[in-house]
């Protein structure tokens, strides 16, 4: 994992407070592994209280700034996940 040189933080929403987050984080795992094959990693996955019960999924995830790469095609897949209402790019910083 040390050639990654950039972190982008992906929000992902399910469709409703009742969604099991630990079964939803798993299955965006599976995807990134499955999809990519180890093109991107994940550093950490936060959760965040929006409103009324609901909880997004905060998505860290590694990639490279070189061509091939964009933190778009991981939301993509990441909205194809079962249970998933939205998943956006929020950020993308060098580290």
């Known amino acids: 994992m040390s050639d990654f040189n950039l972190v ?3 929000r992902v929403m399910p469709t409703d407070p ?3 987050l630990d079964e939803l984080e798993a299955a965006v795992k599976k995807v990134l ?5 180890g093109k991107y990693g994940i550093s950490k996955v936060d959760r965040e209280p ?4 609901l909880v997004a999924l905060k998505v860290y ?3 490279k700034d070189a061509e ?3 933190f778009d095609e991981v939301a993509d897949a990441f909205r194809e996940v079962e249970n998933v209402e939205s998943a956006e790019v929020e950020a993308v910083s060098r580290f």
């Open 33 to 37: 592994e499955e999809k990519f094959e």
């Open 68 to 70: 091939g790469y964009s």
């Open 50 to 53: 929006i409103a009324f019960g």
């Open 18 to 20: 009742e969604v099991n």
């Open 61 to 63: 995830v590694l990639g």
């Open 8 to 10: 982008g933080v992906i």
